[in-house]
């Protein structure tokens, strides 16, 4: 396992706070402990993977559990990173777009099928503001932001047409997938770190670890509070200079937004967060933040809400028990602020 270790003793009392709209950095990956009233020791772990910073903190009974225990986490998520990666070549979700149009139903592995129909649950519910097909268009704006141009409308028109959940055929028996369209791409960001985060947690606590967090580029999945604790001090912002901070546990939460991803083009910026329905990005999107039991739902509604905006998503929210959005649009001066966290 390809990260550094080090150890450092806290002797005053520790404070459980952790920051989403921080800016971590990739290669820096750590672990430290420090004593708890309970026993247990605090043990951070930190490593670059799927693009981002993914880091534990969770509490263990000594040196070597929580070693193998990290160790085992970050094993599941390079296994998934393998499955569901729309960069790797080899991927096996790439695998499966390259057969597209083909008729045939394709074996995929359990994992796989599992966010696939997580994601097709979602976008049903959400009437398409979520999609797994969109990866023609997010190939599209991938070009076009690494050029700075902005992609011509005949292409964007060829990719849309490309797209569409209900082009996407699953069968539980054997888990198997069909996608009916030729030049069909699948692409999964919008939900995978929040499954990989949720992955990671299960290894932990088949581990006996109780007390933990996961935070996957933004992607928090929580379990029981830290000892001696009401919950983790989660800090939220609003994209702007509002901030909410909060007692956790036992919950997932996920911000989206373009504060560090975007395209300007003629003094426009375009969210990285494209429209399914129009193929072009966000324009008056500013941030979202959701809170959800799981942390696959709580990644895709963050994508999902963002691009349906705050009325639509008020409808949509009622199909999704136990959520909670913070959803901030800006518009010209004008400001619209759906905040279910205070």
């Known amino acids: 396992m390809n990260f550094t270790y080090f150890q450092t003793i806290q002797r005053r009392p520790l404070h459980h706070w952790f920051f989403i709209c921080i800016v971590l950095f ?3 990956a750590a672990a430290a402990h420090a004593p ?35 160790k085992a986490a970050f094993a599941r998520v390079e296994k998934l990173n393998e499955i569901m990666s729309d960069y790797l070549d080899g991927s096996e979700i790439n695998r499966l777009s390259a057969t597209s149009g083909s008729g045939q139903w394709v074996p995929v592995s359990k994992e796989l099928y599992e966010i696939l129909a997580i994601s097709q649950d979602i976008s049903a519910k959400t009437d398409g503001a979520f999609d797994a097909t969109l990866g023609p268009v997010v190939q599209l704006w991938r070009h076009a932001t690494r050029k700075g141009i902005f992609p011509p409308e005949d292409e964007i028109r060829d990719a849309l047409n490309r797209t569409g959940f209900s082009k996407l055929k699953m069968n539980p028996d054997g888990y198997k997938v069909m996608l009916t369209q030729k030049g069909m791409r ?51 912002s609003n994209g702007s200079d509002s901030l909410k901070t909060m007692e956790l546990a036992n919950v997932a939460l996920a911000t989206s937004g373009p504060t560090y991803r975007f395209m300007e083009y003629k ?19 500013v941030r979202t933040t959701v809170i959800s039991p799981d942390g696959t739902v709580a990644d895709a509604l963050a994508t999902a809400f963002s691009v349906a905006g705050i009325e639509k998503s008020k409808v949509y929210l009622k199909r999704f028990p136990g959520s909670k959005v ?6 010209d001066e004008r400001v619209a602020n759906w905040n279910m966290l205070e």
């Open 26 to 28: 990739p290669g820096l």
């Open 36 to 70: 708890a009233d309970s026993g247990e020791k605090r043990y951070t772990y930190e490593k670059g993977m799927m693009g981002s910073p993914f880091k534990l903190v969770f509490y263990a009974k000594d040196d070597s559990l929580a070693f193998r225990a990290a």
């Open 186 to 236: 699948l692409d999964i960001g919008g939900l995978g770190k929040g499954f990989a985060a949720e992955e990671a947690i299960r290894v932990l606590k088949s581990f006996g670890i109780r007390s933990a967090m996961m935070d996957a580029g933004g992607k928090i999945v929580l379990t029981d509070a830290p000892p001696a604790s009401k919950g983790w001090k989660i800090t939220v």
């Open 267 to 285: 003094g426009v910026r375009y969210s990285h967060i494209v429209d399914p329905k129009t193929g072009i990005g966000l324009l008056f999107h």
């Open 326 to 331: 913070w959803l901030v649009e800006k518009q």
